[in-house]
């Protein structure tokens, strides 16, 4: 996935629930952030401070956990943690996760695929509004 | 003004909102209204000049007869992709991107409502070419059909495992500049296959009209039905 449709979406998901819910402000953005997407989290919050300027959730504090990837392997049956190489020049060499108990490459991706906007912390609308 | 209504102070919010989950379930939503309409997609991927559009002119070609075909063709601009698949009489959609390097779930169901579903039965995507972003964005097709050419040299698929793990027919096209490439197209099917266990390999020309009926065999297109909604059968 990329870092700038990434912080559109989770700019989009924070601002529509704290519409609905008439926040004020936004002050946290918790965000859980997979291995094997590939995003920089560096990236990533440098877009969504840009996607979120002029909006109730300019300079929230963003916090990203990132999340191992986990694969189970279909031949060993197996289920692992794999480290995802932290490799700047990933769009180049993409990396290709393997069995770390046999070494095949059979494998199913069972967590650390997916971005989740997790949570926001708001303040309350003001009166006058 | 009831609690419920009360605006929140200070106050954590779950979401719990995956990102993920909602790009496939916007391209699941494409394939759910494709199924309704009774359409068969194909989303075509490859690189920039892998050859997308001749393939897709050659699928047209010796499809048109048995299926009554839409494409879509996804660029960041120009419409050089879709006039010259208009060659060949069949309705063409021009997606200009803008500077997405992908097309998506949303797009894509944008194209699908300008589109007259009743009158196709068989709808081919070629996505925008890039065989790295297109992988994380699904866009609801029955089909992904993966083209790698010689020309872009011998490392194609095991550079791309994302991208070759998802698609369910390979290509090998310009199968006939594979020695002027010294690319060894066996070896090129060999990564494909170690990439992804299972999916089916079919080497192509496509600009000399060679391998196109084994493709559309490995896309389980053939048969001897002259409809592709099967009311011919008996």
Redesign the interface.
């Known amino acids: 996935?990329?870092d700038v449709?990434?912080a559109q979406?989770?700019a989009s998901?924070?601002l529509h629930?704290a519409h609905e819910?008439?926040?004020?402000r936004v002050?946290q953005i918790s965000i859980a952030l997979g291995a094997m997407?590939m995003i920089d989290p560096d990236q990533l919050t440098f877009w969504l401070e840009q996607v979120l300027r002029g909006t109730v959730a300019e300079g929230a504090e963003i916090e990203i956990e990132q999340l191992p990837l986990i694969v189970r392997c279909t031949r060993c049956d197996s289920e692992s943690e794999v480290a995802v190489p932290d490799d700047p020049i990933y769009?180049?060499?993409?990396?290709?996760p393997a069995c770390p108990a046999c070494g095949c490459?059979?494998i199913e991706i069972v967590g650390g695929?997916?971005?989740?906007?997790?949570?926001?912390?708001?303040?309350?609308?003001s009166d006058d509004e | 003004m009831t609690d419920a209504n009360a605006?929140?102070?200070?106050?954590?919010?779950?979401?719990?909102?995956?990102?993920?989950?909602?790009?496939s379930e916007l391209a699941d939503r494409n394939l759910d209204l494709l199924d309704a309409h009774g359409v068969t997609a194909i989303d075509v991927l490859g690189s920039v000049g892998s050859g997308k559009t001749t393939l897709i002119k050659g699928l047209v070609r010796h499809l048109k007869d048995r299926y009554s075909i839409a494409v879509i063709a996804g660029d960041i601009t120009t419409r050089i992709d879709a006039d010259r698949i208009e060659e060949e009489g069949v309705p063409v959609l021009q997606i200009q991107t803008g500077g997405a390097c992908h097309l998506?779930g949303e797009i894509v169901r944008r194209a699908l409502e300008r589109l007259d579903l009743d009158s196709i039965d068989l709808l081919i995507i070629e996505n925008v070419g890039n065989l790295?972003?297109p992988a994380?964005?699904p866009i609801g097709t029955h089909t992904r059909l993966l083209l790698l050419s010689v020309t872009e040299g011998p490392y194609m698929a095991?550079?791309?495992?994302?991208m070759v793990r998802q698609a369910d027919v390979a290509v090998i096209n310009k199968a006939d500049l594979a020695d002027a490439m010294e690319v060894d197209v066996a070896k090129l099917s060999d990564d494909v296959r170690?990439?992804h266990?299972g999916i089916k390999v079919v080497t192509t020309a496509a600009r000399f009209d060679e391998g196109i009926d084994d493709l559309i065999e490995a896309l389980g297109l053939s048969g001897d039905c002259c409809c592709a909604g099967g009311c011919c059968d008996a």
Do not use: N, Y
């Open positions: 996935m990329h449709t990434a979406r989770i998901t924070v629930a819910r008439q926040a004020r002050e997407t769009h180049l060499m993409p990396f290709a490459e059979e695929d997916a971005c989740v906007v997790r949570s926001m912390r708001i303040t309350e609308a | 605006p929140d102070q200070g106050r954590d919010i779950i979401i719990d909102v995956d990102l993920s989950k909602r790009t998506d790295i972003c994380a964005f095991v550079k791309h495992p994302v170690s990439v266990p």
